[in-house]
């Protein structure tokens, strides 16, 4: 049993920075791979970023590459995503997934992921 807390949500403009925070608390275990999902008003879930914990690699989405970063501070068990040049599109709630499988972290695939956040609105107006 453990809990994925995701904190960082909020509304900007376009162009627009913000940064989500994911701590995982799972110990003694630890993630695999963690990895950031969105679903946008009345659309699917979909796959933004994930990091494979014990390389620090990264994947992304092809729509967001370029504008978000993700990233880890292995000490305190967080993984972080930045977000800039945020646009309208971007509009979600965010969900950080832990538990993923180190050798399937880049295909950014929700079932292969074992415990959720109950998630963080992002809104993106212009």
């Known amino acids: 049993q453990g809990e994925v807390l995701e904190s960082g949500g909020g509304s900007v403009q376009t162009g627009g920075s913000l940064r989500l925070s994911c701590r995982v608390s799972?110990?003694?275990?630890?993630?695999?791979?963690t990895g950031w999902f969105r679903r946008p008003p009345g659309k699917e879930l979909e796959g933004v970023a994930a990091i494979r914990t014990d390389i620090g690699r990264p994947h992304y989405a092809d729509s967001v590459k370029g504008r978000f970063t993700i990233s880890q501070d292995t000490a305190n068990n967080t993984v972080y995503l930045q977000m800039a040049s945020l646009e309208p599109e971007d509009t979600a709630m965010y969900y950080c997934?832990?538990?993923?499988?180190?050798?399937?972290?880049?295909?950014?695939?929700?079932?292969?992921?074992?415990?959720w956040g109950q998630g963080t609105q992002v809104t993106v107006s212009s």
């Open positions: 799972i110990s003694p275990y630890k993630s695999a791979c």
């Open positions: 997934a832990a538990l993923g499988s180190a050798f399937r972290c880049g295909p950014l695939e929700e079932g292969t992921f074992g415990l």
